[in-house]
């Protein structure tokens, strides 16, 4: 059970409705009427509680497991323990995601605005918008209703907040068009100067950043992440993209829609990231290069030149991955030669 120091949960909730939510289906013996409070992993939920399976590691945990309920795909539901009421979907994370979003929906704003928040009475902020204390607004800036302004996040002047959006406290937006039902996660930095310079003998010379930073509908950007302004044209973050924690995204970079982007990774500036493109933790993408859409570039990887649609990359330089795991197996291949030709130069010698 959650916490509830820090957590409400909602409900409770019939198996039929919650199948309902889920766009699941109830097995035949399920009854729609049975009463759920709360979900739980399999391990530890008990006869009140939902759990879900969705990773074959675990059918050992549902065999066993207490749960009165379980979201699990029709191949696995020969397995469950008898009396467990089961919700069928080909698809058990989304449909738990669901229900547990049910459970535990995200806090509705109240229209709350602290007397400790800084308001430019230039600034228009929608009904219903919450502003904590500490949060600087500037002139011209535009809110949507139902939003939620973190403690001590400053928005500088003309920005636009769409509805439905959430800031969280210490971000910092500049030059930038935000859209609607998008998350900002605490520490943010969006609208930052770019990283530009030009290079001569007497010192650097500093680029202006005239550009601005375009954030469209659903997308969430994780704590810590940074997203610099355009240079001449707009860094743009698609609708629906989810970047994860500590992520970088350079000047002019166009991430497609659905992109995921996970931590400690980084796009330098001009590079066009298309539709649905993953870019796994600790990947570095070079500046003016064009990932396809659909694209998965594994950990850890370097690229540096264009990666085609479809494409599956690893390594750095990165390469497409079924070379990589060869020039792996190569290198595994050569090493164990080297060693028992050592081996066998040392006991001769001696």
Not at 7 to 18: E, H, Q
Not at 161 to 185: E, M, P, Q, R, W
């Amino acid at each position: 059970m959650a916490d509830s120091r820090f957590f409400r949960v909602a409900g409770p909730f019939t198996l039929g409705a919650l199948a309902q939510a889920a766009g699941a289906t109830l097995a035949p013996d399920g009854d729609p009427s049975l009463v759920f409070s709360d979900v739980a992993p399999l391990h530890h939920a008990g006869p009140a509680d939902v759990s879900f399976l969705d990773n074959r590691k675990y059918v050992s945990d549902f065999k066993v497991s207490r749960a009165g309920a379980c979201v699990v795909h029709p191949d696995l539901a020969g397995q469950a323990p008898p009396g467990m009421a089961l919700l069928i979907s080909s698809n058990p994370y989304r449909s738990y995601a669901l229900v547990a979003t049910l459970f535990y929906p995200n806090a509705v704003p109240a229209g709350v605005i602290s007397p400790g928040a800084h308001i430019d009475p230039n600034a228009v902020i929608g009904a219903g918008t919450d502003v904590a204390a500490g949060a600087v607004i500037g002139p011209e800036v535009r809110i949507g209703v139902g939003c939620r302004i973190g403690a001590n996040a400053v928005i500088e002047r003309g920005v636009e907040i769409g509805d439905h959006t959430i800031v969280g406290s210490n971000a910092s937006l500049a030059y930038c068009l935000i859209g609607n039902h998008v998350y900002i996660y605490p520490g943010v930095r969006i609208g930052q100067d770019g990283f530009g310079f030009a290079i001569d003998p007497g010192g650097y010379v500093r680029v202006p950043q005239i550009g601005r930073v375009i954030v469209e509908d659903h997308v969430e950007i994780g704590a810590n992440s940074t997203v610099d302004r355009g240079s001449g044209g707009d860094t743009v973050i698609g609708r629906g993209s989810m970047i994860d924690n500590l992520v970088q995204i350079g000047h002019n970079v166009q991430v497609g829609a659905g992109c995921i982007i996970i931590a400690q990774a980084g796009v330098a500036g001009s590079s066009k990231l298309g539709h649905h493109v993953v870019v796994a933790a600790q990947v570095g993408v070079a500046g003016h290069l064009t990932v396809g859409d659909g694209a998965r570039i594994a950990a850890q990887s370097g690229v540096m030149r264009n990666v085609p649609a479809g494409a599956e990359v690893c390594g750095a330089p990165a390469v497409p991955i079924k070379q990589f795991f060869r020039q792996v197996a190569t290198l595994v291949r050569l090493a164990s030669q080297g060693e028992h030709g050592t081996r066998g130069g040392i006991a001769q010698d001696q």
